[in-house]
Structures are given as structure tokens and as C-alpha cells.
């Protein structure tokens, strides 16, 4: 399946401001978490999930998103495979969904956020948290 976009919005008046996403069904999230890259370690992945759906929202800053097809889940053989690349934005809110036989990386700006959300729990599927070098 295809990642996809799904957009969100803010409104600010004197009480202060809010940032929201109010089409993200959240119906099949069972946990979250926030991710801060460390400003020596800018770059996470390849990370990859035959099972697992996961979802990023950002907190802070900017964070860039890089998401491949697994094809058959063999590293070796992705090479060549079209990534597709999502930019968020702290000031302009949107859900990315990227569902399960993916491939993603994250690339954060040294004070950026993301919260992730994910359709399972720690250890639910065994030998799905699937590693290759960037």
C-alpha cells in the first residue's frame, strides 16, 4: 500500500493556538510515542514493517520522510525502488500514514519532534521491526 497524507490545521485567536487533524481516525492506534533524533545522529532507517501501520505527526520543527515499497522484504533486492519523500511541519499539520510492507527513514532538523502512533504493541509481531542501511 501507499503512504499517505492526511491533512490537518490550526487556528490561533487570543487565547493562544491549536494544531489538529481532525480526518486521522485514530480507531486503530494502540500506541504512541515521540522520536527527537540527536543532533550527531540526524537520520534513522531504513526501518521496515511487514505488519505494522504507523503514523507521524510533528511536534516541532521539520522532518523529512522517506518511504520505499518492500516488494518481496528482501534488503537486498530494494535497491532501484522509487522512494517517495513527505516533508512535515511543526506549523503546518498533517498526519503521514505509512502502512505496513513499507520501508521509511526519518531525517529531523536538530530540534525537531514527531509523535508516532502504531497499530500494534511492543513485541506483538515477532521479527517485524526489519532493519537495512541507509
Known amino acids: 500500500m501507499k503512504p499517505e497524507l492526511i491533512q490537518g490545521g490550526s ?3 487570543s487565547r493562544g493556538a491549536l494544531r489538529f487533524c ?3 481516525d485514530m480507531s486503530m492506534v494502540r500506541r504512541f510515542y515521540t522520536i527527537a533524533n540527536s ?4 537520520v534513522r532507517g531504513w526501518i521496515g514493517h511487514r505488519k505494522e501501520t ?4 510533528p511536534m516541532r520543527g521539520k522532518t523529512e520522510i522517506v518511504v520505499e515499497a518492500m516488494g518481496d522484504f528482501n534488503a537486498e533486492e530494494q535497491s532501484g525502488r522509487e522512494a ?3 516533508v512535515l511541519k511543526a506549523e503546518e ?3 503521514l500514514k505509512v502502512p505496513s510492507g513499507n520501508w521509511f527513514s526519518i531525517k529531523q532538523d536538530g530540534n525537531s519532534e514527531i509523535m508516532v502512533f502504531s497499530n500494534c504493541k511492543v513485541g506483538e509481531f515477532e521479527d517485524d521491526d526489519l532493519r537495512r542501511p541507509l
Open 11 to 13: 487556528h490561533a485567536d
Open 22 to 24: 481532525n480526518d486521522f
Open 39 to 42: 543532533v550527531a545522529q540526524p
Open 54 to 57: 504507523k503514523w507521524f505527526f
Open 84 to 86: 517517495e519523500r513527505f
Open 93 to 95: 499539520p498533517k498526519v
